[in-house]
């Protein structure tokens, strides 16, 4: 079955530039979508088609993929942007989600 | 807009069963895949079931193959998730997800979650 790993944490100092990696193989050959979950909230999608944007997500959420790495880049990181982030891929009929990755804003 | 509010969880024995729904409004319906997704205490999400708009295409997670039936009733805009033989490794939020389309193979709606709890 396929897989996505994400590194299980990732520190940022507010207003510097985070990003989330997020391994599979030939992951850049397939589309990589993005969400955002609050503590005690539902997911939302904030990147979707590798590097689109929902309406009302804010343009500091970008997002790329290529080779066997998919990546989530958060510029000038804010306090609320502290979330847990999951990627997500299809794979033969299964929705396959990445591992998570705490994002904690120091 | 687009709300999806599931419904039916609770306590339930180890073995025994549990129907959720996932009431949807905002979009039409019969336009788009469904899927459900868990997330158990601490965890990270589990996509577990979809299927098509029209129900004619169906998809399981080999963790709930054989035990959990998707279905979705057009009419009333309304998804299901028919729980059978639970273990206390199903407890969990279960969410109800829009796809962006059918298949768009993203999901751009979530609900807001129904917790299941197995237990004795």
């Known amino acids: 079955s396929y897989e996505l790993t994400q590194p299980p944490s990732v520190s940022v100092s507010p207003g510097q530039t985070a990003s989330i990696t997020c391994s599979g193989n030939k992951l850049g050959d397939r589309y990589s979508w993005w969400y955002q979950q609050k503590p005690g909230q539902s997911p939302v999608l904030i990147i979707y088609d590798d590097k689109k944007r929902p309406s009302g997500i804010p343009e500091r959420f970008s997002g790329s993929n290529s080779g066997n790495t998919a990546t989530l880049t958060i510029s000038g990181t804010q306090a609320m942007d502290e979330a847990d982030y999951y990627c997500q891929a299809w794979d033969s009929g299964t929705y396959v989600f990445g591992t998570g990755t705490k994002l904690t804003v120091l | 807009e687009v709300q999806l509010l599931e419904s039916g969880g609770g306590l339930v024995q180890p073995g025994g069963s549990l129907r959720l729904s996932c009431a949807a409004s905002?979009?039409?319906?019969?336009?788009?895949?469904m899927s459900w997704v868990r997330q158990a205490p601490g965890k990270g999400l589990e996509w577990l079931s979809a299927i098509s708009g029209a129900g004619g295409s169906i998809y399981y997670a080999d963790s709930v193959k054989g035990r959990f039936t998707i279905s979705r009733d057009n009419a009333k805009n309304t998804l299901y998730l028919q729980m059978n033989s639970l273990r206390a490794e199903d407890t969990a939020v279960y969410y109800c997800a829009k796809d962006r389309g059918d298949w768009n193979y993203f999901f751009d709606y979530w609900g807001q979650g129904t917790l299941v709890t197995v237990s004795s």
């Open positions: 905002g979009f039409t319906f019969s336009g788009y895949a």
